[in-house]
Nanobody, 117 residues
Framework: VQLQASGGGLAQAGGSLKLSCAAS?????????MGWFRQAPGKQRELVAK???????SYADSVKGRFTISRDNGKNTVSLLLSSLMPEDTAVYYC???????????WGQGTLVTVSS
C-alpha cells in the first residue's frame, strides 16, 4: 500500500490550498483512521487533523476552524482543505493511515506548504 500526497505549494497569508492523498491498492477501506501530520523546520511533527470511521473528524487547536479533512472511499482519497492560511502553517504535510488505531503505520511522502506573509 502506498500513500501519494499532492497539492502543496506557495500561498499567501489568508489564502487556501487543498492537499490530496491517494492510496494505491485495494485496501483503502481497511484504513479505520486517516489523517495529516505536519512538520515545520525545527519543530516536532504535529497531528493536525484526523478522520475516523467511528467518530468523524477532529483537529488540532492550531488549525480548528481553518482546516477541513474529508475522505472519499469511492476515490480512495483523503483530502485536507487549508483555509485562512498563516505563515506558521508553513510545513511539510504528510498523510497517514492506520488499520488498527494503535499506530500510524502508513505514511505518504510529504508535500511542502509555504505560506508567505
Amino acid at each position: 500500500v502506498q500513500l501519494q500526497a499532492s497539492g502543496g505549494g506557495l500561498a499567501q497569508a489568508g489564502g487556501s490550498l487543498k492537499l490530496s492523498c491517494a492510496a494505491s491498492g485495494n485496501t483503502f477501506r481497511d484504513f479505520v483512521d486517516m489523517g495529516w501530520f505536519r512538520q515545520a523546520p525545527g519543530k516536532q511533527r504535529e497531528l493536525v487533523a484526523k478522520i475516523t470511521s467511528s467518530s468523524g473528524p477532529s483537529y488540532a487547536d492550531s488549525v480548528k476552524g481553518r482546516f477541513t479533512i474529508s475522505r472519499d472511499n469511492g476515490k480512495n482519497t483523503v483530502s485536507l482543505l487549508l483555509s485562512s492560511l498563516m505563515p506558521e502553517d508553513t510545513a511539510v504535510y504528510y498523510c497517514v493511515a492506520s488499520k488498527n488505531r494503535v499506530r500510524w503505520a502508513y505514511w505518504g511522502q510529504g508535500t511542502l506548504v509555504t505560506v508567505s506573509s
